[in-house]
């Protein structure tokens, strides 16, 4: 099924989305936990210099 093939409506359209950012955010908090357990650690963040211009000052 193809999203113009959707039969629902725009207030299910925007629950849908409204969920799926949610989901990103906790995906975005416990990348964030990672982080900061390595800096914890004393470890530089696995990502540095890995991440493109992540981080980076130009």
């Avoid at 193809?2 to 975005?28: F, G, M, R």
Wanted: aromatic share 6%.
């Amino acid at each position: 099924m193809t999203v113009a093939e959707n039969p629902l409506s725009l207030l299910q359209w925007l629950q849908h989305a409204k969920e799926e950012c949610l989901d990103q955010a906790i995906y975005l908090e416990r990348a964030m936990d990672e982080v900061k357990a390595q800096i914890e650690r004393g470890r530089k963040p696995e990502c540095f210099g890995t991440c493109g211009n992540v981080g980076h000052a130009e």
